[in-house]
């Protein structure tokens, strides 16, 4: 037999530093009834070239917001009544600021 043995402490330290991009946009969803919704837009983010990820409406809010903030993402997209409306509220996560967007403005706001 042949064997090889190699520590993981020496394997990271061989592996060249690599910065991993961020997120433009964590979609969170507040309740599980809009994750169809939630599902179909970001597939159409996708599309548009953002990267995007999401968890579903299945955790909470507070749960989604902790996943968005080591996902390093620049906003997150907060899919919740205002929805039926043609809106999303946005929370950039640099400022904390909050504002409701149209659907639509959303992409061509995230490819500035």
């Known amino acids: 037999g042949v064997g090889v043995a190699l520590g993981c402490d020496r394997i990271v330290a061989a592996m060249p530093d690599v910065a991993y991009p961020r997120l433009d946009v964590f979609v969170a969803v507040a309740g599980a009834?809009?994750?169809d919704a939630a599902s179909g837009w970001v597939r159409r983010l996708r599309v548009e070239g953002l990267r995007v990820d999401w968890v579903?409406?299945?955790r909470s809010l507070i749960s989604q917001f902790k996943a968005a903030d080591r996902s390093g993402a620049a906003?997150?997209?907060v899919?919740?009544?205002e929805w039926d409306r043609g809106e999303v509220r946005m929370k950039w996560m640099a400022t904390g600021e909050e504002a409701t967007m149209d659907i639509e403005e959303v992409v061509a706001?995230?490819?500035?």
């Not at 706001?109 to 500035?112: A, S």
Request: aromatic share 6%.
């Open 33 to 35: 009834v809009r994750d």
């Open 56 to 58: 579903g409406g299945e």
């Open 75 to 77: 906003a997150v997209a």
């Open 79 to 81: 899919i919740g009544d």
């Open 109 to 112: 706001w995230l490819h500035r």
